[in-house]
């Protein structure tokens, strides 16, 4: 007799920003079984025109959904500049988690006035971040600087190289000296660089991530009735399952085997035939 998945909670990024709010969303949801996808072979998004990440996006979104996922979070803020609205129209119903920049509590913490947000291009240029600039920015100077060079770094693990400081510091110095006090990770690769960001700016500039409350807003859309199981947390990648295995241990301290995936077509296939296949 044919089985039904696991109702599982669907996470997607680029490549490893994700897993920092997958992490949050395992503290705070800790029965309830996740689907991982890293889009790494498509990394970076930043740069990708929007129509392009729309495509990327809804395929995942679909072989999360195929999968199990109940609740998709776009836990990039790119993916949910360039897709979340649309995904939201063809999936009408269906609950999304998207990202945005956290400009509201930046600019309720900010002494100077100045805040500093660090994303990609395509957050900076979308119309939600646009949107939120003219909502909540009103009396403060907002300084936008999109930061690819920051995914690479947290991407490859290179922070704490002296070649990794000084790109934080060709970054972040030029807003510090704007008088920026306060800075918002509009990229959720970022989290992963906040030890070294924080040592570079030092201790009494803000480094604000909207993790948690990512995490909370999952537990608030999760369908009614949505039981926690005993169901292994599952990672899959466009990328090498190796690399991500190294990286999950690394980044969250979690001992998993990724799986492998490949884009064929246009949509996302494995090699694995699922638990529930087998059985
Ligand atoms: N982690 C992603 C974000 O939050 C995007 C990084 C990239 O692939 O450019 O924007």
């Known amino acids: 007799m044919p089985q039904v998945a696991a109702p599982s909670i669907g996470v997607l990024d680029s490549g490893i920003g994700g897993l920092s709010v997958l992490r949050e969303i395992h503290h705070l949801l800790p029965q309830h079984p996740t689907l991982y996808v890293a889009d790494q072979f498509h990394l970076p998004y930043g740069p990708r025109p929007v129509a392009e990440l729309r495509g990327y996006v809804q395929a995942i979104a679909e072989y999360l959904m195929g999968e199990g996922a109940v609740v998709i979070v776009l836990a990039c803020n790119t993916a949910s500049a360039a897709a979340l609205y649309d ?3 063809k999936f009408p119903g269906y609950p999304f988690v ?17 805040v500093g947000v660090l994303s990609t291009r395509t957050t900076a240029e979308g119309v939600p971040y646009q949107r939120l600039l003219s909502r909540f920015a009103e009396g403060v100077r907002v300084i936008t600087r ?29 807003m510090l ?26 201790p009494d500039v803000r480094l604000i991530d909207p ?45 998993a085997q990724p799986i492998g995936l490949r884009w064929q077509g246009g949509i996302l296939v494995s090699d694995h035939v699922s638990e529930i296949n087998k059985n």
């Open 211 to 255: 993790s948690p409350a990512v995490a909370r807003q999952t537990a608030r859309v999760l369908p009614p009735g949505t039981a926690p199981s005993t169901t292994p947390h599952r990672y899959l990648t466009t990328g090498s399952p190796a690399l991500m295995r190294t990286m999950l241990r690394t980044l969250i301290n979690v001992e």
């Open 87 to 89: 995904l939201r129209e």
């Open 98 to 114: 998207g990202m945005e920049p956290a400009l509201k509590p930046a600019v309720e913490h900010t002494r100077t006035g100045v």
């Open 177 to 202: 000296a704007e008088g920026v006090d306060t800075f918002v990770l509009a990229c959720t690769h970022f989290p992963f660089l906040v030890q070294a960001i924080q040592e570079v700016v030092g």
């Open 146 to 174: 999109p930061a690819p060079e920051l995914v690479h770094l947290a991407e490859e693990q290179r922070q704490d190289t002296p070649e990794g400081r000084a790109i934080i510091a060709e970054i972040v110095q030029p």
